[in-house]
């Protein structure tokens, strides 16, 4: 392999945050520029697959609000329950 630098202005803020999830999935930049260009070849597009599974903060509140019922008209202890009280 024939390495080369390659110099990209990148805001610093982008910069800290892309590093802090990159080091979660075990990649430094470096590793993470190269597998994004590797791919970027294969598929012959953009690709954007490597991420954590964690929901954004509108998903959040809704899980929460979900877990303490509240919008919710009813909850049931059961799925039976459930089914009774929908008459099925």
């Known amino acids: ?3 080369t630098t390659m110099n990209i ?3 610093s803020e982008v910069k800290d945050s892309a590093k802090k999830i990159l080091s979660e999935l075990g990649l430094d ?3 993470a520029v190269n597998i994004f260009l590797r791919q970027t070849i294969r598929v012959n597009g953009i690709p954007f697959d490597l991420k ?3 929901p954004n903060e509108e998903t ?3 899980i ?3 877990e303490k019922g509240i919008g919710m008209s009813k909850s ?3 799925l039976n329950d459930l089914f009774n009280d ?3």
């Open 52 to 54: 954590l599974d964690i």
């Open 86 to 88: 929908l008459e099925i």
């Open 1 to 3: 392999m024939n390495a």
């Open 76 to 78: 049931f202890s059961s």
């Open 60 to 62: 959040k509140k809704a």
């Open 9 to 11: 202005r990148v805001d």
């Open 64 to 66: 929460k609000e979900a």
């Open 29 to 31: 930049l470096s590793t």
